[in-house]
């Protein structure tokens, strides 16, 4: 089971950390990540981390501003939003894949329900 949390309303120019707690074993997670939705959108992958190796992997429209990491004593995935713009506007979710880092919503297997960011 996936629960995010720290979504919230945020001015251009801010910051947010999102954290998603994993309760099932790490060894059924290769890679965890995040993808989200904006109103009449279709959900896309925005950062993942290969639990393994520990490679990321983010989309061209956040590197530099977000970064994801995960604690693994902890169990929980974070992704630190900064410089945050409009167009970030969007439902977050959380994701896991057994056994690959996915690129489009319908390779995923584990998916929370998700934390609303609105950048305004």
């Known amino acids: 089971q996936l629960v995010e949390s720290g979504g919230g309303l945020v001015q251009p120019g801010g910051s947010l950390r999102l954290s998603c707690a994993d309760s099932?074993?790490?060894?059924?997670?290769?890679?965890m990540g995040w993808f989200r939705q904006a109103p009449g959108k279709a959900r896309e992958g925005v950062a993942a981390i290969d639990t393994g190796s520990g490679n990321t992997y983010y989309a061209d429209s956040v590197k530099g501003r977000f970064t994801i990491s995960k604690d693994n004593a902890k169990n929980t995935l974070y992704l630190q939003m900064n410089s945050l713009k409009p167009e970030d506007t969007a439902m977050y979710y959380c994701v896991a894949n057994r056994f690959f880092c996915p690129s489009r919503q319908q390779q995923v297997n584990y998916w929370g329900q998700g934390t609303q960011v609105t950048v305004s």
């Open positions: 099932a074993y790490s060894f059924s997670r290769h890679c």
